[in-house]
């Protein structure tokens, strides 16, 4: 029988992203069986997948992080209890692997001693020397076949894959994260309170595999529960791979306003005009909330504004917001808000957000600080793994307002699936319908994408005009007014 390994296993192994390999299938490139690859399959189709790739792998796994400008997470191995329990369940299929092939041998020579003892039929005869020539052969080397296999024995040590359903998605478990953890940092959107095993809110149940309580453990749960197979995700671990049933919120309307304080941790002014801020919440008051959608933020002293987010919800703790000096808010936090100070902050809200189910490529259409919700949208797409392609216009009014042109670019180097155009056009209505006009024009097949657009009234309404002479899906078009 043929070795089947999982789209997300496929795509590890073969240093590619997950929607780049959904596209291959897609195009009847690459079989599938009940979702799930052939080896031989994905060998003929990258021959030249070796064990050393991992190290390529590792190197945009690291460029993906940093490049988010994200806290640079520690990669440590499993706690020794996991890796044993883990290296024991791989050394426990070994022994049913052994046992399988000896009750095969065994089998065999049966059917060999019965064959060989019964009448001399012409047919018989041909077939016990079929079987002997066979029996004699060496066992065919397949070189590749059993790299692969090798390097996903040693990925299966290290982490531990979870499906979740019944929205079918998929994440890896490294170290010692929490499942809970290692699913937002995968882009899910989880349900979730307190991050420490009180509130029960981010209780799923275990369909199959093995867990370890990590932390206070799964205090939050009654013995009922317990029978029933439920966990926390936050209190516990992976220790094999695991099919886990759990919500997921499917769009905006599924996240509730929360309200919190953060933490200023950092102010940065990449031109005159622009602040970059930086809040972080304590860690059991993280926000829940979807990238692309708002924030109202208060000051110390009493301003406020409402802000889309330009972070992805994968980096937990962390928020990101771009303010332009416009306005009463923005004059405040430019001229009296201070690292270290706190901030009142509730949200989200809005309905701009990324479609996070959609194989589709994606065209984000930003202008100006447009970009910041656009920022976190492409952030999240980015640990979501499931767009093709990734395609960025930046329009701005003057070159020096592409204020973050570094951080496009770096991904843009990083990552074959991300292409990054900057473009200077001022702000008003008929040049930015040309600039839009000879942007989708690059597209024939326009309604094979997803499109997101942010920025000033004029902006969107530009989009929309465009995209009325297109045959384009409606349905397909996000856009937002973002100050
Ligand atoms: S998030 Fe509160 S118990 Fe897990």
């Not at 801020?277 to 208060?298: D, E, I, N, S, V």
């Not at 990324?354 to 999240?380: C, K, W």
Request: glycine share 6%; charged share 25%.
């Amino acid at each position: 029988m043929a070795q089947l390994l999982t789209l997300s296993r496929a795509a590890r192994l073969v240093g590619i992203s997950r929607g780049a390999l959904q596209l291959r299938m897609k195009d009847g490139d690459l079989p599938t069986f009940e979702g799930k690859i052939a080896a031989a399959d994905l060998l003929r189709l990258y021959p030249h997948t070796r064990i050393e790739q991992d190290q390529e792998l590792e190197r945009v796994t690291h460029i993906k992080e940093t490049a988010f400008a994200r806290r640079v997470r520690e990669r440590i191995l499993p706690d020794a209890e996991v890796l044993a329990l883990r290296v024991q369940e791989l050394g426990m299929e070994l022994v049913r692997s052994q046992a399988l092939t000896e009750h095969y041998r065994e089998v065999l020579a049966r059917v060999h001693s019965e064959l060989s003892s019964a009448p001399a039929l012409q047919a018989t005869r041909a077939l016990l020397e079929r079987m002997e020539f066979e029996l004699r052969r060496p066992v065919p080397a397949k070189i590749d076949d059993d790299a692969l296999w090798a390097q996903d024995s040693v990925l299966r040590v290290m982490t531990a894959h979870v499906r979740t359903q019944p929205a079918g998605h998929d994440f890896f478990v490294e170290g010692n994260d929490s499942l809970l953890d290692a699913g937002l940092r995968a882009g899910l959107a989880l349900n979730y309170g307190c991050s420490d095993g009180r509130c029960g809110r981010c209780k799923a149940r275990l369909l199959s595999g093995r867990v370890k309580p990590i932390g206070a453990g799964d205090r939050g749960l009654t013995d009922a529960e317990h029978h029933e197979h439920d966990i926390l995700l936050c209190a516990n671990t992976a220790v094999t791979d695991l099919v886990i049933e759990t919500a997921e919120a499917a769009g905006p309307r599924d996240i509730e306003v929360q309200r919190s304080v953060a933490v200023v941790k950092n102010i940065s002014h990449p031109t005159l005009d622009m602040t970059l801020l930086h809040l972080q919440t304590r860690p059991q008051q993280r926000l829940r909330f979807l990238a692309g959608q708002f924030f109202q933020l208060g000051l110390p002293n009493g301003s406020q504004a409402q802000h889309p987010g330009a972070g992805c919800p994968c980096d937990e703790r962390n928020l990101y917001f771009h303010v332009r000096r416009d306005g009463v808010f923005a004059q405040a936090v430019f001229a009296q808000l201070r690292e270290g100070q706190t901030i009142n902050i509730a949200g989200p809200y809005g309905e701009f957000a990324l479609d996070q189910n959609s194989p589709r490529a994606v065209l984000f259409l930003a202008y100006g600080t447009g970009f910041a919700p656009i920022q976190g949208m492409i952030e999240h797409a980015l640990a979501l793994d499931n767009a093709p392609s990734l395609t960025l216009y930046w329009l701005a009014a003057r070159a020096a307002d592409h204020y973050l042109d570094n951080l496009c670019r770096s991904w843009a180097d990083a990552l074959d699936n991300f292409h990054y155009t900057p473009v200077t056009v001022p702000a008003d209505l008929d040049p930015l319908s040309d600039a839009v006009q000879r942007i989708v024009a690059e597209y024939p097949a326009l309604q094979d994408f997803d499109i997101y657009a942010a920025g000033p009234a004029a902006f969107a309404a530009a989009v929309d005009e465009v995209l009325a002479t297109r045959v384009f899906p409606r349905a397909q078009l996000r856009s937002v007014v973002a100050p």
